[in-house]
């Protein structure tokens, strides 16, 4: 997808507002969901409204692409790939999925992104997915500038990485909290974010230890200050 050497500043867009204002600001690449299927249910967006997008983002040169990253029941992948072709019809440069199904599906003729919710950890596991036809691998969140040297030199395929924003303390892609407590699935787009939650510890006697406190609520990720070094290990998109 880039050039070789070509670093990406890659940019959220809730909707087409926030993408337009994105670009404008100088980001070489947005991603927005779509009506369905994104990991943000209640950001969807219309399909008129990423075309607009696309044409304005090929004016700068810029791409968008668009998360089609929820795991999907056998029912709903013909829907979905139905929404890839449309997608790709009105410009879009790429797609970010984590049903693996879908590799088995008639999709268009557009690359493919490996969501960070397919467990983006090891050396073999971006290996497998380079094989089977992605362009580029979104990394884990835990992983540290060796293990993405490592995950470099194992493969060619485009790595992309966090930067900036909220951590999850479970690992993308393998938490069912917010599903368990209140049939909210994170894999599904509606996590509830029970981590953000306020809790109290107690011990095996019932003592309270701690109370009210944000015991399961990490600190934002901010990488800004590393970005040379990431760069030296091998990634190539900033997100």
């Given at each position: 997808?880039?050039k ?20 404008d600001?100088?980001?070489d690449?947005?991603y ?7 990991a ?11 075309e ?21 029941y ?22 970010i ?51 993405i ?22 690992y ?32 095996q ?7 009210d406190?944000y015991?399961?609520s ?6 800004t ?7 030296d ?7």
């Amino acid at each position: 997808m880039l050039k070789q050497d070509e670093i990406e500043l890659l940019a959220p867009a809730r909707d087409l507002e926030c993408g337009i204002a994105a670009i404008d600001a100088g980001a070489d690449a947005v991603y927005i969901g779509a009506a369905r299927y994104g990991a943000r249910a209640k950001a969807g967006n219309a399909l008129i409204d990423i075309e607009t997008l696309a044409r304005h983002a090929h004016t700068y040169w810029a791409w968008v692409y668009v998360t089609l990253n929820t795991l999907l029941y056998d029912d709903e992948l013909a829907q979905a790939v139905r929404l890839a072709h449309q997608l790709h019809d009105v410009g879009v440069d790429a797609l970010i999925i984590q049903d693996v199904g879908l590799l088995e599906c008639d999709l268009p003729p557009i690359p493919l992104i490996a969501s960070t919710q397919m467990h983006n950890h090891t050396p073999e596991r971006i290996a497998f997915l380079e094989q089977v036809g992605f362009s580029r691998v979104i990394l884990a969140r835990e992983l540290s500038l060796a293990q993405i040297r490592a995950i470099s030199q194992a493969t060619t395929i485009e790595l992309e990485a966090f930067i900036h924003g909220a951590l999850c303390v479970s690992y993308s892609g393998q938490c069912y909290m917010s599903y368990a407590i209140g049939g909210r699935s994170g894999n599904r787009g509606e996590c509830a974010q029970p981590c953000r939650r306020l809790y109290s510890l107690v011990d095996q006697e019932g003592q309270t230890l701690v109370r009210d406190r944000y015991l399961l609520s990490l600190k934002d990720l901010n990488l800004t200050s590393h970005l040379a070094e990431l760069i030296d290990a091998g990634v190539c998109s900033f997100k």
